[in-house]
């Protein structure tokens, strides 16, 4: 798997504070996409041993709230085996932080694959430019998902992740 960066910080790509992993390659090439310097699967830079501890150190400190794998496509067939590995060890190294995943491909393509238990979060679907919408959470266009994914597992339904703020409430 390549990749082309490491965000730290991050306050964009779901709710906290936290790290991104941006993945390349993403067959989707959706029109509009913020991020078309990726869906080249060639492009970025190898996911190697140097980038994984950037990554874990990056997630460490306790005001990290978890990670996003974003991209590109994490769940590209070309990227799934090495995104979720990283989700694994993420459970195991830091249980108590989430995992938020952003794809173009659907929750019901998806929901069968056992590795996706992994993740607290899907944003599914494609970016559809017609369908923008700046007022929405966590997604660009009106067609997109913020899934919980254990609940929909669980209820075997889709069951949508509310924004913190509505949490609160």
């Known amino acids: 798997m390549n990749y082309h960066n490491i965000t730290k910080d991050d306050m964009l790509n779901g709710d906290g504070l936290r790290v991104v992993l941006w993945v390349a390659g993403c067959t989707h090439q959706c029109d509009g996409c913020q991020n078309p310097i990726t869906w080249d699967l060639a492009g970025g830079l190898p996911f190697d041993e140097n980038a994984e501890k950037e990554l874990f150190d990056a997630l460490s400190p306790k005001h990290i709230s978890g990670i996003t794998f ?100």
């Open 70 to 169: 974003s991209g590109g496509d994490p769940l590209h067939p070309f990227n799934r085996n090495e995104t979720f590995r990283l989700m694994k060890k993420c459970n195991e190294f830091f249980p108590d932080k989430t995992i938020w995943v952003y794809t173009g491909f659907l929750w019901e393509d998806l929901k069968d694959i056992s590795d996706i238990k992994y993740a607290d979060v899907l944003v599914d679907g494609e970016y559809e430019k017609d369908k923008n919408d700046n007022n929405l959470h966590w997604v660009g266009s009106s067609n997109q998902r913020v899934i919980d994914v254990k609940m929909s597992l669980k209820e075997n339904r889709i069951v949508l992740h509310e924004p913190l703020l509505q949490e609160i409430k």
